[in-house]
DNA sequence: AAATCGTTACCCGTTACATCA
DNA sequence: AGTGATGTAACGGGTAACGAT
């Protein structure tokens, strides 16, 4: 079971999914566009990206004639920061390109994504030239893991291209890591063509980038529920401390009780305990109270039952009916966080 | 209509590697 | 230079949803 608490940096972030949906437009792949989003339970902003989104398409960008993209889906600012940061991700090397399309062939459903997406990068009207000195290639940062050395490509392949070494460690390069960074912030989640558009720009395979999502996701995941296990420590210190006040005060009410019997002439039942936590709300019965003083609190974690309500004086309502009522006694411990 | 199978994407836990102190 | 801690890319298993049969 997931906590649905919006705290955090993370839930703005989704938020902003939430505001942002972005659709892709399955011409195409109805089921598997739509698939991005059919876990709604465990991904709701992916839920209502896929429910509500009224975005016609972003094949556009993937399009041969399509102009340039920033970022593989039509996100106008997205487009733009990436320009205005000197991103041209669509300068991938050329030498990584080609042997994405190599890479490519291998998927069969991500072959023509491939084709278009080479396409559209050569085709890329804002190519002027390299504005930004970003190498795509992927070689980490010291250059020592070639993502693209003509790896499956498949959706599940391994690495086993290099002469079954054991698997390379890709570092993502800085500028990599921030594309998928801010990419991630438009939508948590990639659809085929997202996907494969991406690790097109970004000179990495799909499965990279998929995997990278994935992480990422588990990366937020995780930092959430930090958050919302601190959250839930704070209510747990704020209902101890309320318990104990309540308790407190209980035990200044007994001891007013016992200490000026006078009250006990009032109307028995102005006294009366909840009848929750004190059976003795009855006039005949005077009291049991310093009996189970520790003990009564919690034994009434279900609330008010039947009988003693019947007990419940006629006056006790009208003394506690309108600012406090009595709480069930013990309620607070009773409602221990159990459930998450 | 219901059952079964294959595919796909996702999550989760883990492993392996790179980096840093 | 060696080492443990940390971060994270990558993997494998399990699961759910979907379409096809």
Redesign the pocket.
């Known amino acids: 079971m ?1 906590l649905g608490l919006s705290l955090g940096e993370t839930m703005a972030d989704a938020g902003r999914e939430l505001v942002l949906g972005l659709g892709v437009g399955g011409a195409g792949g ?3 566009e ?3 989003g ?2 709604g ?3 709701v902003a992916a839920a209502m990206r896929c429910g509500s989104s009224p975005e016609p398409t972003m094949r556009l960008a993937l399009l041969p004639m399509a102009p340039s993209l920033g970022f593989p889906w039509p996100s106008e600012s997205r487009h733009l920061e990436a320009s205005t940061r000197g991103f041209d991700v669509n300068q991938a090397p050329s030498s990584g390109a080609s042997a994405w399309g190599g890479a490519y062939a291998t998927a ?2 991500e072959q023509e994504d491939a084709g278009a997406a080479g396409a559209a990068v050569s085709s890329s009207p804002n190519d002027s030239g390299g504005s930004f000195p970003m190498d795509f290639s992927a070689h ?3 250059g ?2 070639a ?1 693209c050395g003509g790896g499956g490509g498949g ?5 086993e291209d290099d002469g079954g070494s ?7 390069s800085k500028e990599q ?1 921030a594309f998928l960074e801010e990419s991630f912030k438009e939508h948590s ?4 063509r997202q996907k494969v558009a991406l690790a097109k720009q970004l000179n990495l395979r799909p ?2 980038v ?10 937020t ?1 995780l930092k959430q529920t930090e958050v919302d296990c601190e959250y839930l420590k704070r209510c747990c210190e704020t209902l101890t401390e309320e318990n104990q006040r309540l308790q407190k005060e209980l035990a200044e009410l007994r001891a007013l009780k016992t200490v000026h019997p006078f009250y006990m002439h009032l109307p028995a039942t102005t006294l009366s305990m909840c009848p929750s936590c004190e059976r003795v709300a009855s006039n005949s019965a005077p009291s049991a109270p310093a009996a189970a003083p520790a003990s009564a609190p919690t034994t009434a974690g279900g609330g008010i039952g039947p009988a003693a309500q019947e007990h419940r004086p006629s006056s006790f309502a009208a003394l506690f009916s309108s600012a406090r009522s009595f709480p069930p006694a013990g309620q607070p411990q009773t409602q221990a966080p159990s459930s998450s």
Do not use: C, I, M, Y
Not at 155 to 159: K, L, V
Not at 166 to 172: C, G, N, S, T, V
């Open positions: 997931e109805g089921r598997r739509e698939q991005v059919r876990r339970h465990q991904d069969d459903d980490g940062e010291r020592d893991a993502p959706s599940r392949g391994s690495d054991a698997r390379k460690k890709l570092r993502l890591a989640t990639l659809n085929p499965r990279q998929e995997v990278w999502f994935q992480n990422r996701r588990a990366r995941k």
